[in-house]
Nanobody, 115 residues
Framework: QVQLVESGGGLVQPGGSVRLSCTASVSFASLSTMGWYRQAPGKQRELVATMSSSGSTGYGDSVKGRFTISRDNAKNTMNLQMNSLKPEDTAVYYC?????????WGQGTQVTVSS
């Protein structure tokens, strides 16, 4: 069983930045992949960013060049730096990790981009 605790959401103005963090209850060395997803009201959950165990990253088209995923293995923490935020980035953001044979989700943290 893996527990994920997210933090860092809130209200931010358009063009602003926010950093999300996700701390896992297991060592990152045991995980295959990790990532961030988001779900806006009335929409399906979508991929934001992923990172493999080797450190390779991938991003959704709408966030490329603005968001950066990173991790701190010593702290078992994954981060999402979000810059140049837009109102359409408003959503609940979820962290996700895969530890064979199961995928685990955080509780979600709300990010609202509004003036």
């Amino acid at each position: 069983q893996v527990q994920l605790v997210e933090s860092g959401g809130g209200l931010v103005q358009p063009g602003g930045s926010v950093r999300l963090s996700c701390t896992a209850s297991v060592s990152f060395a045991s995980l295959s992949t990790m990532g961030w997803y988001r779900q806006a009201p009335g929409k399906q959950r979508e991929l934001v960013a992923t990172m493999s165990s080797s450190g390779s990253t991938g991003y959704g088209d709408s966030v490329k060049g603005r968001f950066t995923i990173s991790r701190d293995n010593a702290k078992n923490t994954m981060n999402l730096q979000m810059n140049s935020l837009k109102p359409e980035d408003t959503a609940v953001y979820y962290c996700n990790v895969y530890l064979w044979p199961q995928s685990y989700w955080g509780q979600g943290t709300q990010v609202t981009v509004s003036s």
